[in-house]
């Protein structure tokens, strides 16, 4: 997912994503604890994901306290 595409996102919709790939996080994670290791590239760039859909709401929060 970009980031611009991100930073489109109302807040809402932004946790919405974050707590579907939080799912989806755990199911692959599974799948690789029984053995299948087919997810590990999801598996990276849902972290990297997560990570900027991360940044960018903590970018919304220090913006918000300097207005």
């Known amino acids: 997912m970009k980031a611009q595409k991100v ?15 939080d799912e989806q996080m ?3 994670h599974f799948q690789m604890s029984m053995g299948q ?15 900027r859909i991360y940044t960018i709401l903590r970018e919304r929060e220090l913006a918000g306290e300097k207005k």
Do not use: N, S, T
């Not at 930073?7 to 790939?21: A, F, S, Y």
């Not at 290791?37 to 990570?51: F, H, I, P, S, W």
């Open 26 to 28: 755990f199911r692959l």
């Open 37 to 51: 290791m087919e997810g590990l590239k999801k598996v990276r760039q849902m972290k990297k994901d997560r990570a």
């Open 7 to 21: 930073r489109d996102l109302d807040e809402q919709e932004i946790k919405q994503q974050l707590k579907e790939m």
